[in-house]
């Protein structure tokens, strides 16, 4: 079974800064997508970006980016020139190629400070 | 637009209470889900439709009854909670099956 672990509960960045959210996952699978979802105080699950494993280029929108590395199952998330909109929980997820299901990790709180 | 909805917002109800969720999306989706999602944890995967067909059941309660009209709607009838039911239930849409799933506001249900 696929497992995706948020290893960091919570974090914290400056106003403008630079964060990483780090996420690992476990999988036999060659062929798999990964997200990462924000949930804000608000509730509403947002998605971030999304990766597909056969590409090699990292996913980008704007001021999030990761990092992928298949062959170490990891996929961090940046966030560039953090801003207060940016405090959330932040879910990374696992789907199979062709799967139906996605495999959250724990989640990871990200606090901004002004 | 990406946009799934939800409502109500906000419900309570008691143990003998019957009300029912609704979502809906008019984006041509034609795979929805449900989840139930506690404070502070992800969310969990309960119902999957595809092409208005019951696809996925995650060994939910009966008491939990989802329903799927048509393509753009999806209902969860409920009846007979408990007080650990009490949580916020998400609805999610993808184009189809195996796709990104994009998710509604949710619903924070209060049983009492």
């Known amino acids: 079974a696929q497992t995706v672990t948020q290893s960091q509960p919570e974090m914290s960045v400056q106003e403008a800064e630079t964060v990483t959210l780090s996420c690992t996952y476990d999988?036999?699978?060659?062929?798999?997508?990964l997200f990462w979802y924000k949930q804000p105080p608000s509730r509403q699950m947002i998605l971030v970006i999304r990766?597909?494993?056969?590409?090699?280029q990292n996913a980008t929108e704007n001021r999030f980016s990761v990092n992928f590395q298949k062959a170490a199952k990891s996929f961090s998330l940046k966030i560039s020139d953090s801003q207060l909109g940016d405090a959330a929980m932040y879910f990374c997820a696992y789907r199979r190629e062709y799967g139906n299901k996605l495999v959250f990790g724990a989640g990871t709180i990200l606090r901004v400070k002004s | 637009d990406t946009e799934v909805t939800q409502t109500p917002k906000h419900l309570v109800m008691g143990m003998t209470n019957k009300k029912s969720l609704k979502c809906e999306q008019h984006?041509?989706?034609?795979?929805m889900y449900w989840y139930k999602q506690k404070a502070k944890k992800p969310p969990e995967l309960m119902f999957v439709?595809?092409?208005?067909?019951?696809?996925i059941n995650e060994s939910v309660p009966s008491r939990f009854s989802p329903e799927c009209p048509n393509s753009s709607l999806l209902n969860l009838h409920l009846h007979a909670l408990q007080p650990e039911d009490s949580a916020l239930y998400l609805c999610?849409?993808?184009?189809?099956?195996?796709?990104?799933?994009?998710f509604g506001p949710g619903t924070r249900l209060l049983v009492l």
């Open positions: 999988t036999s699978e060659s062929d798999y997508y």
């Open positions: 984006m041509g989706h034609r795979a």
């Open positions: 990766q597909e494993a056969y590409k090699q």
């Open positions: 439709y595809s092409y208005e067909k019951l696809s």
């Open positions: 999610a849409s993808s184009q189809i099956l195996a796709e990104t799933q994009y």
